[in-house]
Structures are given as C-alpha cells and as structure tokens.
C-alpha cells in the first residue's frame, strides 16, 4: 500500500535532535557575538565617533601643548642662571683644543639646540613630548660630567644645574606620568577593541558560512528529489553491504510502516516513502558507501604492507 502525502516538517539533513541542538548552538553563538558588536560600536561611539575622536585628540593635542609650555619655562629660568653660559651653544673642541671630545661624547648636545628644536618649524624636526626633551636636558649635563674632572668648575657647574633642573622638573614630570599612562591605557584599550572587532568579524564570516551551509541542506530536504537522484539511489544501495542493508530496511520501516523487511527480498517503491525519508535514504546510503570504501583502502593497505614483509 502506498504511503499517503507525509505531513512532516522537513529538516535538513541532520537527525531532529541534532539539528536542534546545532540550531541552539548557532543561536547562542550568534547572541555572544551581537553582545561583542554592541560592545565595539558603543565604544566607537563614545570615543572614536566624527565629533567625540576629535574632541578627545583635540583634548591630548591641548594637554601635550600645555606641558610643553611649562617645560619652556623651566628651561628658561635654568639658562638665566649664572653658571649656564658653557652650556648653551654647541662646544667647540676645536676651538678648545678638546682633541678627544668626540671620542668620549658620542651625543653631544646642548640647551641653545634643545630650545631650537622646540621651536623647530619642521614637524619632523620638533619633539614629540617633553619625556625626550628632558632627556635632552639631562645629556647636556652628563655630558659635562662625564668629560670633565669632578673637580673642575665645568663638572660643578654641570652638576649644580643639574640639581636644579631636577627640582623644577619633578612637580610637572608626576603630571606627564599620569597623562602618558592615561594614553597607555586608552592604547591598550583601543587594542583590545581592535581585536574584539577583528575577531568578531571573522566569527561573523564563518557562521554566515555554516548559516549558508545549512540553509542549503534545508533546501535540499525541502525539494522533491529528481529521477536521477532516486536511480542513483538505487543503484547506490545495490553496493551497500549486508549490514549496512539492514540499516537501510530499518529506515525505510520507519516511513514505510508496511514494509516487511525480515521476509529478506524488498521490492520497494522509492515513491511510496516521503520525501522526507528518500532524503533521509538517500544521505544514509551516500554516508555509509563512503565509509565502506574508507574501509576498503584501509584493508587494501594493510595487506599490501603485510605482503611487503
């Protein structure tokens, strides 16, 4: 007796618990990763945004500006003092017969080049921020000390002003600390986004892959299957082997209730089962050949390295 029209819903070529499940999974991925979109453009909008990103290098721009002017004012009340005239052009060994100057200072540097270098037209010739200024500074006189004999009035000199740079800088060197270590970590952060995105971008691309791949077995169940698919059906499941007959019969029991397998012999209909269980059929008996050739080659191997030995 043929079936009647099956009123199944048609799944994909999957077993209805396992599509669940694989359904629930790609849900929750799905929800995980509309949560790190949501965290990426909330954080774009609060701080990359066309009027807050601006704003917010306008604001380190302003800051960077302020410390610089500050710094200004500390190198200039160190060249007012009365020992600072040897260190405010570039020596001259030459001129002071300092024959092994160059061989001793591999830097030189002095505080009239640090002031033009602030001051410096070229952006490419300009300090980036006062952190390598004051390293400028503090060359100058470790230069000194380093070249000359700590007795010697070059050596004081160098080291009284020293002193008292390191005074007047310490109070805006906590400022500059707490200000680049705010930037390191809005670095850090805007790292962390950057990769959150990227991640995310690539998670995105790979489940719009296995949406697509499962949209298509869907649509593959949902179709009728065509003359060739069915005789290809057949024929396949004149290959299969004796287990793997009897796998077939229980599945075709299942939507052929009629069907008596145990009498050996089926003659069956394909057209008398579902669409739903030819396609069900017709993946197992796909599934279960590529397994038996698997099978096959691994025991045509076998052999082959037996007969070696």
């Known amino acids: 007796m ?32 509309e949560k790190r979109v949501k965290t990426v453009v909330q954080y774009y909008e609060n701080n990359e945004g066309p009027t807050d990103g601006a704003h917010n290098e306008s604001a380190r721009s302003n800051k960077m500006q302020e410390f ?23 020596v001259n060994p030459e001129a002071l017969h300092l024959h092994d100057y160059y061989e001793i200072i591999k830097k030189p540097m002095d505080l009239g080049t640090i002031v033009n270098r602030m001051e410096a037209k070229e952006e490419s ?14 060359l100058v006189f470790s230069n000194a000390m380093l070249y000359n004999e700590p007795a010697s009035h070059a050596y004081m000199m160098a ?19 707490e200000e ?19 991640d995310t971008d690539k998670e995105l691309m790979e489940l719009t892959r296995q949406l697509e791949e499962l949209k298509r077995h869907v649509k593959q169940r949902c179709r009728k299957m065509s003359y060739e698919e069915k005789y290809m059906l057949v024929e396949n499941m004149g290959r299969l082997s004796v287990e ?12 052929y209730p009629d069907l008596d397998a145990s009498t050996g012999d089926v003659d069956l209909d394909l057209n008398s089962l579902s669409e739903d269980g030819q396609w069900r059929l017709y993946h197992f008996v796909k599934n ?13 191997g076998n ?7």
Request: proline share 4%; with cysteine.
């Open 125 to 138: 010739r300009r300090y980036k921020n006062v952190t390598d200024i004051c390293a400028d500074v503090r």
């Open 303 to 309: 052999a082959s390295y037996k007969k070696k030995k």
């Open 180 to 198: 680049e270590g705010r930037q390191e970590e809005v670095e850090i952060q805007e790292a962390r986004i950057e990769k959150l995105a990227q």
């Open 2 to 33: 043929a079936a009647g029209p099956s009123n199944k819903k048609f799944k994909p070529n999957l077993e209805t618990t396992v599509l669940d499940r694989r359904v629930d999974e790609l849900q929750s991925h799905t929800n995980e990763l």
């Open 159 to 177: 080291q009284e002003l020293s002193s008292q740079f390191e005074k007047l800088w310490y109070p805006l060197s906590l400022k500059v600390v």
């Open 244 to 255: 793997n007959v009897n796998k077939a019969a229980e599945i075709i029991a299942k939507y």
């Open 68 to 90: 610089m002017q500050q710094f200004r004012e500390i190198l200039r009340q160190i060249m007012k003092r009365k020992w600072a005239f040897p260190f405010l052009k570039p």
């Open 288 to 300: 279960a050949l590529k397994q038996q050739e698997r099978e096959q080659n691994a025991k045509m």
